[in-house]
């Protein structure tokens, strides 16, 4: 199966994605058959999916975050790039749980990356809405607290 490339510019900006394309082709999938065919595609193909799943997608394709992860390092620095250009509260928030995954996962040294690290604290003070503010801290301390 092919999937319509999004164009993933320097804006990670929602209305940059192809979500479209994949609410015709990826989310028409059966949830179990999703994950096969995410593993798949490309970083940048898997980053569209991901966040359009998030974001446009009731309930949020949150199940994406586990094998998104799992790519570690491979991923890393993309969601690095794009978490700190984003002004996005959503985007920093599915960002951030990627990255709490591949805490988790022991897939990539999130806590170690100092980098890294500076870009995800200046992401959560930033978050504007409350809510997710909250949400983003907590995300922040676990991958603190990670081993």
Not at 36 to 65: M, N, W
Request: charged share 30%; with cysteine.
């Amino acid at each position: 199966m092919t999937l319509i490339s999004a164009c993933t510019t320097e804006n990670d900006d929602l209305s940059h994605l192809n979500c479209s394309a994949f609410a015709d082709t990826f989310f028409r999938m059966p949830v179990t058959s999703q994950a096969d065919e995410f593993i798949k595609q490309d970083v940048g193909t898997q980053y569209a999916i991901y966040i359009c799943g998030c974001q446009t997608r009731e309930p949020p394709s949150i199940h994406l975050a586990e094998p998104f992860a799992k790519k570690g390092r491979e991923v890393a620095g993309l969601l690095k790039e794009k978490l700190s250009h984003s002004r996005s509260d959503a985007t920093t928030r599915d960002i951030l749980l990627v990255f709490e995954q591949m805490a988790i996962q022991k897939s990539y040294d999130v806590k170690g990356d100092r980098d890294l690290m500076k870009v995800i604290d200046v992401a959560v003070s930033r978050t504007k809405d409350p809510f997710w503010k909250k949400q983003n801290e907590q995300v922040y301390h676990e991958i603190v607290r990670s081993r």
